[in-house]
């Protein structure tokens, strides 16, 4: 049987050697993991008897000392501040603000301040906001837990970082250093009274702009301008940052004279006499500062044109668009209001800073440069007032501002102040300022002087017996009184508030009073001690229990003058 040509073709095929083709075909796929490289690292671990012991003696530290909720100490945390990553840092400072507001946390300022200020300051020129403010709110929560004292040796730390964020190129960093300037103005105003030459000029650059023409080199406001917040609310607050630089520095300069008073000592030479070389109290030390190459100049004199500059051009670009609304020229918007506020507090301060530190050329600069200006664009306005009511504080404040130079006041501003001084309830001893200061110039009338007085008088009636402003206005009065100022009527009533009060130390002011007025054989006081002489000596007998001894002796000095000069 013959076998078919195709099934021996097929038989002789079969028989060759085939080779195996890759099932790479559509529809086939390689198997998992075959196209996959593998990167797989297998450690060993080295154990060395020494490593142990010290890894369990500082799990032991590690424990001993305050931990977070997610069991990280101080040193943790301080060391991923430097992270790259924001995430990282934030919950750092979250943990820190943690540790630092703590049971612990004073302990920990105290053991780590120079660790945890030069970690945590640079931070508050960050460029993340979130960062910003919370590394703001921890810089707060160490310094409130600091001694003045202590924080001495980081002030050129701290005044860099903080210039740094003051002129920073970005304007959100520059708004959020002013912050700082509130809390180290809070938790530590004597850095703020120390460097306030460098801060003040970074803080004002933020507003001010240079002006170039013809004449001398001026200065107003920057056409500088963000979406963020409007030209006038920025003005606004770095003046008003302005203002808390110059308390800060006023503050500090009182306080240095009381302490110069404090440590005066009287020594009495008698035979045997000696003295140690150092006092074994109150020793006042030397200062790192007064080490370097100082300036006879005060730096307040280059910078009060900057300044007043400012308030200028910023007022009237303020105000200028207003105008006037029937016929109420010092009625402002809100926003107008808190520049006032700070204005005022502003000029407030320098004439203060002027009389703290007798800088005539202070006042030498406000008076031929800028205060005709002042009265023709602020104070010619006054009384002001907003839609939240009167400006009382900034109306008195002005005031006090307008009376230190004599030269600009006329019948027209003394309406006005007179006007704003009968209209206050405010109590504080700016009024008094006010009225002393008035009624010791010699330009004003004698029947403006009469009525301010008789204003004086009233204001001293309303007032609280015993408190300070009452005690103020007592002086005031007397010194009027020994001046040869008609305040008779003011004098009749002493009898009846010797009568009236009601404890040791306002018995003793009023006594004191008589008795001045009694030595100076005052016609008005020695006619109403007289009418009074009896209800006196009654009330001394009744209350003799009550009295305390001084008080019984001035009483007796005041009925032995007031006898002598009736007799």
């Known amino acids: 049987m013959v076998k078919k040509a195709g099934q021996k073709r097929k038989k002789e095929e079969k028989a060759k050697t085939q080779l195996k083709r890759s ?48 069991k990280l100490t101080l040193q943790d945390l301080v060391n991923k501040l430097g992270h790259f990553s924001q995430s990282v840092k934030l919950d750092s400072l979250e943990g820190l603000k943690e540790l630092l507001t703590g049971e612990f946390g004073g302990n920990l300022v105290a053991d780590n301040l120079s660790l945890l200020i030069t970690k945590i300051i640079p931070l508050c020129g960050d460029i993340e906001k979130k960062i910003r403010r919370t590394s703001l709110a921890i810089l707060e929560a160490v310094l409130v837990q600091v001694e003045p004292g202590k924080l001495e040796p980081l002030y050129p730390l701290i005044t860099a970082h903080l210039s740094c964020c003051l002129t920073n190129i970005q304007p959100a960093i520059q708004r959020d250093a002013l912050p700082i300037i509130d809390t180290l103005a809070n938790t530590a105003p004597d850095f703020i009274a120390a460097n306030f030459s460098r801060i003040l000029p970074d803080c004002i650059r933020q507003i001010a702009a240079e002006k170039t023409g013809d004449k001398a080199q001026s200065f107003g406001v920057s056409s500088q301008v963000t979406d963020k917040i409007s030209s006038l609310e920025w003005r606004t607050s ?40 150092y006092p074994l109290q109150n020793v006042v030390h030397m200062e790192k500062s007064n080490l370097n190459k100082t300036s006879n100049s005060d730096p307040m004199v280059d910078l009060v044109d900057k300044i007043v500059s400012l308030i200028l051009d910023t007022w009237i670009e303020a105000t200028g668009k207003e105008g006037k609304r029937n016929g109420r020229d010092g009625f402002l918007t809100n926003d107008v209001h808190l520049l006032l506020s700070s204005i005022s507090g502003v000029l407030e301060k320098l004439v203060a800073y002027a009389d703290v530190f007798n800088n005539q050329q202070v006042f030498d ?18 009384p002001y007032s907003s839609s939240n009511g009167k400006c009382s504080t900034e109306n008195l404040r002005l005031c006090s501002v307008i009376v230190k130079f004599p030269d600009i006041i006329d019948e027209d501003i003394v309406d006005k102040i007179q006007n704003i001084l009968q209209d206050s309830r405010a109590e504080g001893p700016v009024v008094l300022q006010i009225y002393e200061s008035l009624i010791s110039n010699t330009q004003i009338e004698p029947e403006r002087k009469h009525s301010l007085i008789k204003l004086l008088v009233e204001r001293s009636g309303n007032l609280p017996i015993g408190s300070i402003e009452w005690r103020q206005s007592l002086r005031l009065l007397v010194s009027l009184a020994k001046s040869g100022e008609d305040v008779g009527y003011w004098v009749n009533t002493l009898p009846d508030q010797l009568l009236a009060a009601t404890s040791h130390s306002q018995t003793n002011c009023i006594l004191r009073v008589m008795l001045d007025l009694a030595q100076k054989r005052d016609v008005t006081f020695l006619k109403a001690y007289a009418s009074s002489s009896k209800n006196i000596q009654d009330w001394r007998k009744e209350h003799a229990e009550k009295i305390d001894s001084s008080n019984q002796l001035l009483l007796l000095y005041v009925h032995q003058n007031s006898t002598i000069s009736v007799s």
């Open 23 to 70: 099932k790479t075909s559509p529809g086939h796929h390689l198997p998992k993991g075959t196209n996959v490289t593998r990167a797989e690292v297998k450690v060993g671990k080295i154990v060395i008897p020494k490593q142990v012991e010290a890894s369990s003696s500082a799990g032991e530290g590690k424990r001993s000392a305050p931990v977070t909720r997610r």
């Open 238 to 277: 770095v003046l008003s940052r302005v203002e808390k630089i110059l308390q800060c520095v006023c503050k500090g300069c009182k306080s240095i004279n009381l302490q110069e008073q404090h440590h005066q000592t009287t020594y009495e030479f008698k035979e045997h006499f000696s003295v140690g070389l």
């Open 365 to 382: 600069i406000l008076a031929s440069q800028h205060v005709s200006d002042l009265k023709q664009k602020l104070f010619c306005t006054l």
